[in-house]
T-cell receptor, first 114, second 114 residues
Framework: AQTVTQSQPEMSVQEAETVTLSCTYDTSENNYYLFWYKQPPSRQMILVIRQEAYKQQNATENRFSVNFQKAAKSFSLKISDSQLGDTAMYFC???????????FGAGTTVTVRA | DAGVIQSPRHEVTEMGQEVTLRCKLISGHNSLFWYRQTMMRGLELLIY????????DSGMPEDRFSAKMPNASFSTLKIQPSEPRDSAVYFC????????????FGSGTRLTVV
């Protein structure tokens, strides 16, 4: 089984500032996918960003970007220009290629302060 | 597209009763995943189907849990008899395996067994 570790249970950030969430994972696989999901108080799970392990270029989606360090098995999420609507729990997730099952970390609660 | 639709949104039942959770996939998706979310255990995969066939049910906690996919667009998760420790949020998610490695989640069913 793959292990995904999010070491920060909670983080707080001032509106318009930047926050970085950490995620590490343990795998012996070479091909896999990594994801960040957002779960706001409405509890809907929303895909934020996805990274294919074979791609060296870090994925970016508007204000969200990742720092993917394959050798270190690290996959951090940076939220730039934080907005109040970014307040949510954020989950890092791992999927082996051709396995299709997502393994989730424990989550990091992000609170954006006005 | 209406997305993945789960019903009911909330369910409160007495211990020992049968509970059925429902999920309608996104049209054209070929895979369906049931997850359970609790404070203690986070997000756990219970079972997943590909083309209506159960592929991996190793996460189903015990025989009280059963899942079916009677057609390509609909699935049920049944708990009989229910117990207080089954209280959780149950999510289903669908995906088009082979084309896209992302899931689309439903909004979840919050189950409370008293």
């Amino acid at each position: 089984a793959q292990t995904v570790t999010q070491s920060q249970p909670e983080m707080s950030v001032q509106e318009a500032e930047t926050v970085t969430l950490s995620c590490t994972y343990d795998t012996s696989e070479n091909n896999y996918y990594l994801f960040w999901y957002k779960q706001p108080p409405s509890r809907q799970m929303i895909l934020v960003i996805r990274q294919e392990a074979y791609k060296q270029q870090n994925a970016t989606e508007n204000r969200f970007s990742v720092n993917f360090q394959k050798a270190a098995k690290s996959f951090s999420l940076k939220i730039s220009d934080s907005q109040l609507g970014d307040t949510a729990m954020y989950f890092c997730a791992f999927m082996k290629t051709n396995d299709y099952k997502l393994s989730f970390g424990a989550g990091t609660t992000v609170t954006v302060r006005a | 597209d209406a997305g993945v639709i789960q019903s009911p949104r909330h369910e409160v039942t007495e211990m020992g009763q049968e509970v059925t959770l429902r999920c309608k996939l996104i049209s054209g998706h070929n895979s369906l995943f049931w997850y359970r979310q609790t404070m203690m255990r986070g997000l756990e995969l219970l079972i997943y189907f590909n083309n209506n066939v159960p592929i991996d049910d190793s996460g189903m906690p015990e025989d009280r849990f059963s899942a079916k996919m009677p057609n390509a667009s609909f699935s049920t998760l049944k708990i009989q008899p229910s117990e207080p420790r089954d209280s959780a949020v149950y999510f289903c998610a669908s995906s088009l395996i082979g084309t896209d490695y992302g899931y689309t989640f439903g909004s979840g069913t919050r189950l409370t067994v008293v």
